[in-house]
């Protein structure tokens, strides 16, 4: 398991944007699939994006598509979450997660997929 922190969250109004961070600890993060999960209240968590190990392959869901971005810094430990063109229905707390995995070119999404989690940033949308 590695250590995530999130960071980056904060409150901003629609159409705007965030960066959001995740910190890993550990030598072999290019070891891991990452992934990028949201739950907002009442709702079950789900992926909005994932990201290979080698950093080759991503993953958006629908409703993010064309506005998130994944991406990672493997010397830096380091997976971003940029968020562009913000909408009320974005309002969740944000999760990262990771996946050791046997192969850099691969990833899921499946929240029972990922044994190490982060804390969560909460991200809301003003209207």
């Known amino acids: 398991q590695v250590h995530l922190v999130e960071s980056g969250g904060g409150l901003v109004q629609a159409g705007g944007s965030l960066r959001l961070s995740c910190a890993a600890s550990?030598?072999?993060?290019?070891?891991?699939?990452m992934g990028w999960f949201r739950q907002a209240p009442g709702k079950e968590r789900q992926c909005v994006a994932a990201?290979?190990?080698?950093?080759?392959?991503?993953y958006y869901a629908d409703s993010v598509k064309g506005r998130f971005t994944i991406s990672r810094d493997n010397p830096k430990n380091t997976v971003y979450l940029q968020i562009n063109s913000l909408k009320p229905e974005d309002t969740a707390v944000y999760y990262c997660a990771a996946d050791r995995r046997l192969s850099s070119y691969s990833y899921t999404t499946a929240v029972g997929g990922y044994d190490s989690w982060g804390q969560g940033t909460q991200v809301t949308v003003s209207s």
């Open positions: 550990g030598r072999t993060f290019s070891s891991y699939a």
């Open positions: 990201i290979s190990g080698s950093g080759g392959n991503t």
